[in-house]
């Protein structure tokens, strides 16, 4: 099956800093990369992903990278803002099944 | 999008004792997953249910230990049997509603 690894496993940044959290996979098979921001005590929502083809994409103040030779993707957050503290997931799908990321958990200092 | 509920949202089991959990989507859905999350860990994924045919389980998970039922295209249950501590977690039903991943509020789950 597929194997997901994410860095950092935590991360704090200044209000208004920027914030990167990368992940690599190891199955070229896997086609389709989707973030998840998961708050205390709540379900994983989905905030962003992309497809093996295409390389960026952004929304907002995310952005997702896509490098599919090296087979890892990263998240950018730019401007964070306290609500943006959370746990976030990346994961990476093979046909109809998700393998996640081990998280990052991401403070924003006010 | 897929709006979906779980029950219960949390128990606390004696160990040796079985949970069974509910997940109802308010659409039809191929396929539909169970993951266990455990504290301050990732999602695990735990099987697939297809309606109509046996779960998919993955590895390190047996049907014995997680029974699961999928009686239609809107429903499906999660039976944890024989509870131990190490069985304490939080059981998300999942589905996925093109090209995205909806999950469950989460089952919380305490076995003493």
């Known amino acids: 099956g597929e194997n997901v690894e994410q860095h950092p496993s935590t991360l704090s940044v200044q209000e208004g800093d920027s914030a990167v959290i990368k992940c690599t996979y190891s199955?070229?098979?896997?086609?389709?990369f989707p973030w998840y921001k998961q708050e205390l005590g709540k379900r994983p929502q989905l905030i962003i992903d992309i497809r093996s083809n295409v390389g960026e994409k952004k929304d907002q103040r995310i952005a997702v990278t896509l490098n599919k030779t090296a087979k890892h993707f990263s998240l950018h957050i730019t401007e964070t803002q306290p609500e943006d503290s959370a746990v976030y997931f990346c994961?990476?799908?093979?046909?109809?099944?998700?393998?996640f990321g081990t998280g990052t958990s991401l403070t924003v200092i006010p | 999008s897929a709006v979906i509920s779980q029950k219960p949202s949390r128990d606390i089991c004696q160990r040796g004792t079985s949970l069974t959990i509910q997940c109802q989507v308010d659409?039809?859905?191929?396929?539909m997953f169970w993951y266990r999350q455990q504290p301050g860990q990732s999602l695990t994924l735990i099987a697939t249910a297809n309606q109509g045919s046996e779960a998919t389980y993955e590895s390190g998970f047996v049907i014995d230990k997680f029974p699961i039922s999928r009686p239609n295209l809107t429903f499906s249950t999660l039976t944890v049997s024989n509870m131990s501590p190490e069985d304490s977690s939080i059981y998300l039903c999942?589905?996925?509603?093109?090209?995205?991943?909806?999950f469950g509020p989460g089952t919380r789950l305490t076995v003493l």
């Open positions: 199955d070229s098979a896997s086609n389709y």
């Open positions: 659409s039809q859905v191929t396929m």
């Open positions: 999942s589905v996925e509603a093109p090209n995205e991943q909806f």
């Open positions: 994961a990476a799908s093979l046909g109809n099944q998700f393998y």
